[in-house]
């Protein structure tokens, strides 16, 4: 049993999964989520308590985990009327996994610490909300490494792998770079799908056919069945997606970085989710090729 107290913010695809993940290893959690149906699921389950506002998760938790949709809902839970601010102190630590601007999370971590003495883990994590159920996550981490050792142990037990990479924004360089990577790869794999349909190809077998070429990977075996069968169900919105390329386009500006692919891959992104009716998944990029709209 563990013996350690934690506070969830974000009940969300990834943060259910995760707090699911936490309880079957006896974490004692109080969680809170601003829409309050998205707390349903947790009700029955005898060591999560459901918690009204932000500021009361810190009155009670040192250790709170923040999983929440973009940089802005960051600050609100942090900052804003019923935030944690009002309770935080030198003790308390916000571990937080979600994926926002980096110039933000610096801002945010040198708030807090200044106005409470508190300290900030960004640990952006990668790999759906199926592999924080399993605690396969990969996650990306920054901040002071005393403080990542005080959570080690729960990094641990939601991730197959953390990786260190330095200062407080560091894990989020890092998710931007995991981001590029992950999410050209939807229209790489929307267009293979296309083209195979073109040619009348069983596209069912591609996965298993290319496994042990170059063009194997981890989406290969998970993404691209779910796109040639349609299957656009969310483990994680287009919207969120276009968000994080939106975000790879600012960082880009800054250092004057060419990303001729991302930016691409935002303008598909900008036309599913301006067209869609629907919270889709990433997968629904493919929609665009058969339609003919790009």
Same mark, same amino acid.
């Given at each position: 049993m563990n013996n350690l107290n934690i506070g969830f913010i974000g009940i969300g695809l990834m943060g259910l999964s995760l707090v699911k993940r %936490? !309880?079957? %290893? *006896?974490?004692k959690i109080e969680a809170y989520d601003k829409n309050l149906e998205k707390l349903d699921p947790l009700k029955k389950? !005898? =060591? #999560?308590? $459901? #918690?009204? =506002?932000?500021s009361q998760i810190s009155k009670f938790n040192d250790i709170i985990i923040l999983c929440v949709d973009k940089t802005e809902s960051v600050k609100e839970v942090v900052f804003e009327k019923n935030g944690i601010i009002n309770n935080a102190n030198e003790n308390t630590i916000i571990l937080d996994l979600s994926t926002t601007l980096v110039n933000e999370t610096i801002n945010f971590a040198n708030q807090l610490n200044k106005k409470t003495g508190a300290s900030w883990i960004d640990a952006p994590v990668s790999g759906g909300p199926d592999k924080a159920l399993e605690g396969n996550l990969a996650i990306m981490v920054g901040g002071d490494e005393k403080v990542v050792d005080n959570v080690k142990p729960i990094l641990e037990a939601i991730s197959s792998k953390f990786t260190y990479f330095g200062v407080t924004g560091s894990g989020q360089i890092v998710k931007m770079i995991n981001q590029i990577i992950v999410l050209n790869n939807y229209a790489i794999l929307a267009e293979a799908a296309s083209f195979a349909k073109a040619w009348n190809v069983d596209a069912c077998k591609i996965p298993e056919a290319l496994s042990d070429g170059h063009a194997g990977s981890n989406l290969l075996k *998970? $993404?691209?069945? /779910? #796109?040639? =069968? /349609? *299957?656009f169900a969310p483990k994680g919105y287009a919207s969120q997606i276009l968000k994080d390329l939106q975000m790879v386009s600012k960082l880009a500006e800054t250092k004057n970085t060419p990303i001729p692919m991302s930016s691409l891959t935002t303008k598909l992104f900008t036309i599913l989710t301006n067209s869609a009716k629907? =919270? $889709?998944d990433g997968t629904s990029l493919v929609k665009l090729y058969e339609s003919k709209k790009i």
């Open positions: %936490l !309880s079957y %290893l *006896d974490y389950m !005898s =060591n #999560i308590k $459901l #918690i009204e =506002n932000a *998970d $993404l691209f069945p /779910r #796109i040639v =069968n /349609r *299957d629907e =919270n $889709l």
